[in-house]
């Protein structure tokens, strides 16, 4: 086999390449355009690279999350993004809400729009999910986390955004009462979701 076939075998797998991906294996990242050009591959965004649509390759439900992901290497999916990936609520999103450490500088991206929210400590580091969607990790918050984030950042999300996600992750038994504690300390909203949590489970 020669490179460029290698190279289309890795973004068979993978579904999203990158030139480091490419020179991790010994190949010429410089492959990945002549790629582009003959239309083998396609390109997403600078230095990212996959398959051409097609039936086959059709962009899943978490292609976006699956970009941002590996162009922001410190990026969590978090609130109104994190409830859609773990199919908790109503909300559909339009941009992509992640959560950076407090002192990480913004990242420059055309697309998709980013709506960024500032963590320090345990409430960044905290339950966050590795999920590998076709070779890609998306790094997300765990529902329990997500839901405390939604109190946390109530004012920025709406009070009754965060309550439909409290009532539909507890009433589909996707969390426990022990980790929504355990997150609602980390995140210090503590007595702000008590008389919530306690009419959840009456």
Not at 59 to 86: D, G, N, Y
Request: charged share 25%.
């Amino acid at each position: 086999m020669k490179q460029s076939d290698h190279i289309l075998e890795l973004a068979r797998q993978q579904r999203l390449l990158r030139a480091a991906d490419v020179r991790q294996h010994g190949w010429s990242s410089q492959l990945l355009s002549r790629l582009h050009q003959s239309g083998k591959l396609q390109r997403f965004a600078r230095g990212l690279y996959g398959l051409p649509e097609t039936e086959e390759t059709e962009i899943t439900e978490h292609q976006t999350l699956m970009e941002v992901c590996q162009r922001v290497p410190k990026a969590v999916v978090c609130l109104l993004s994190a409830l859609q990936f773990h199919e908790v609520g109503t909300q559909l999103p339009h941009d992509v809400w992640i959560a950076l450490p407090e002192a990480t500088h913004t990242p420059t991206m055309g697309y998709p729009t980013l709506r960024i929210t500032r963590l320090r400590g345990s409430a960044y580091s905290e339950g966050i999910q590795t999920v590998t969607d076709h070779g890609a990790p998306i790094r997300v918050y765990s529902i329990a986390k997500t839901v405390t984030d939604c109190f946390k950042f109530r004012n920025k999300i709406g009070l009754d955004v965060a309550l439909e996600a409290l009532k539909d992750a507890w009433r589909s038994r996707k969390v426990t009462m022990a980790e929504l504690r355990h997150f609602a300390k980390i995140n210090r909203v503590e007595r702000v979701m008590q008389p919530y949590l306690e009419a959840v489970t009456q």
